[in-house]
């Protein structure tokens, strides 16, 4: 009802959801897609039970209304599986700067225990490969961004936006996986977890600025938009 009364009354036409941006793509095709297919074809099953009911409703509305809504990924993926970053960023180091390739498939091999499932899963799963092989992880990531940097006059704008971003998260992916796990284990720093809640924020400003006619609808936990400092048994989160 709420979607409803924003898109008709007041003219919203996008929304944004508390998961990745290569998951958003993939839900805006299933929302397009003139087909039935179940939405579990088409996402994971944590996506499935946070915005379920919410997606089946706006299919069904959007066809009534034949009217357009665009979905917006601003958050890392659900279940903090770095695999369809590292996917996709093969992809574009390959259009862009195929000498990064070797580095690519490195960092997909060392990421590869990474399987998700949820942030617990995830984190554990990260927790389990050896430090060592968990700083070269970071290693590449730290090098794949600055030889970019070096050769930004010599390569195509758009692809390189791609591959930056495709780094971005694959690097926040990994900071907050090493954050939950210290926190699941008592030994996180005050605050650590609000790492996630500035790629959150960074990336729904840069949505703004780049779509300025999107008047934006935000579906997130409290936790990721109130205002008012959230702490539990004292400690900042």
Known sequence: ALIRFLSERHGFNAIALECGELQALRLSRWLDSPSDDPLE???????????????????????????????????LPNTLSPGEDLTALAEATGAIDPALQPSVARLTALL????????????????????ALQDEAAGILVRIPLRLKALAPLLE???LQKVQQRVRTIEYTLQTLRIMKSLFEGTALEGDT????????????????????????????NNHIQKTPVSFA???T
């Open 41 to 75: 074809q088409s996402t994971d099953l944590l996506t499935v039970s946070l915005y379920g009911t919410v997606l089946l409703w706006l299919k069904a509305y959007l066809r009534q209304k034949n009217k357009p809504i665009r979905l917006l990924g601003i958050d």
């Open 112 to 131: 590869s225990p990474v399987q998700g499932g949820s942030a617990v899963n995830a984190s554990a799963q990260w927790g389990r490969i050896e430090p």
């Open 157 to 159: 704008h758009d692809r």
């Open 194 to 221: 609000s790492v996630r809640d500035y790629f959150m924020a960074e990336t729904i400003d840069h949505a703004a600025q780049t779509h300025p006619q999107a008047k934006i609808i935000l579906l997130a936990h």
């Open 234 to 236: 004292g400690e900042l």
